[in-house]
């Protein structure tokens, strides 16, 4: 079982920054990929970032030149910087772990409004 605790999410006005963190604890292996999903309301879960292990990110492209993914694999832990915030970035974001199976964090909200 793995574990993951997010922080770091809350109310910002258009064009400002918020960074994420997400730990990892539990049945942890050197080889994995962590990294951030999102839903807004009434819209499905969607890819926002992630980085394996070895150094490999994948943004969505929605999200690329705007937020930057990265971790420290000695803490177990990933982060999202975002800056340029839009109104449409408004949603839960979800932190995942993956390596054999998925683990999701319980989500944290970002709301962009001014």
């Known amino acids: 079982q793995v574990q993951l605790v997010e922080s770091g999410g809350g109310l910002v006005q258009p064009g400002g920054s918020l960074r994420l963190s997400c730990t990892a604890s539990?049945?942890?292996?050197?080889?994995?990929?962590m990294g951030w999903y999102r839903q807004a309301p009434g819209k499905g879960r969607e890819l926002v970032a992630t980085l394996t292990s070895f150094g490999f990110t994948n943004y969505a492209d929605s999200v690329k030149g705007r937020f930057t993914i990265s971790r420290d694999n000695a803490k177990n832990t990933v982060y999202l910087q975002m800056n340029s915030l839009k109104p449409e970035d408004t949603a839960v974001y979800y932190c995942i772990y993956r390596n054999t199976l998925d683990y999701w964090g319980q989500g944290t909200q970002v709301t962009v409004s001014s």
């Open positions: 539990g049945s942890i292996f050197t080889i994995n990929t």
